[in-house]
DNA sequence: AATCTTTCCTGCCGGC
DNA sequence: TGCCGGCAGGAAAGAT
């Protein structure tokens, strides 16, 4: 279940590992990802090193100087370092194997997930370049959001998992944000006032900050352990409690459908 | 058997 | 008429 919080907390527990690191070897076991792993990866980096591990969204961006890797983890991604060499496990397809020893290993069982070589401008990328800004960049105007809605007609709880529109909120944080916001989520985007729009903006954030503060937390045990922990969900406040009383006011959360997704909300706490 | 996770893609619609 | 943006639905694989 990545979402934005995840990969950042990815990000932090791999990049001390894998950087200035030199690339020996690409062990590439299964290419059929959502697009077909490039047949020359192995070729491009191979000798080369990491300089850089960035995140946009949910993409994990590797600068290997000639070039960049492009990782997406999809629904069911993860990655972890591995200090020795070790038996790949099921669903264990790619290892970058680094000149200490050290290996980068992609595990995905669905393999919704991506990974991709751009030679050139990773910013000019047709996956990275249209993405919406980062909500928890500070330099985010408080009206963005705002202004970002005027022309959406469609459910609000829809419109910020718009990633054209704001990258990172996820099935899982769009509800927990709106619940803390406490703007119902099938509300049409168009029709938020704008105290309500810098109200949800600032929930969005705070949301996916204390979900990367809580991942920070789970870092120690990032060798050679899973990349992706259950530990977010001691924390919803809505999210996956059908039923359960809300947490502030005691109303049982509903469940809803919209656009073939699962959303959660208190009918008291939000409207 | 239905549901969950992400997001690209296709096709349709209305406005100009 | 053609172009554009918005929007709904479908698709991918596997675990539970």
Known sequence: MPELPEVETTRKGIGPHIQ???ISQVNIRHFGLRWPIPSNLAEALEG???TQTLRRGKYLLLDCGNG???IHLGM???LRILTQTEPPRKHDHVDLVFADGSILRYHDPRRFGAILWEPGNVWNH??????????????LPADYL????????QAIKQVIMDSKLLVGVGNIYASEALF??????ATAANRISKQRCQRLQQAIRQTLQSAIDTGGSTLRDYVNSRGDSGYFQLQHLVYDR???PCRVCGTPIRQIRQGQRSTFFCSHCQN
């Open 180 to 185: 803390r916001a406490r703007i119902h989520p």
């Open 20 to 22: 200035n690191k030199q």
């Open 48 to 50: 080369r090193h990491v």
């Open 242 to 244: 059908t039923e359960q």
């Open 68 to 70: 960049w890797l492009i």
């Open 126 to 139: 047709p996956l990275i370049r249209e993405m919406g800004p980062e909500p928890l960049d500070p330099l």
């Open 146 to 153: 705002y202004d970002a809605t005027r022309k959406r007609s």
């Open 76 to 78: 069911s991604g993860s």
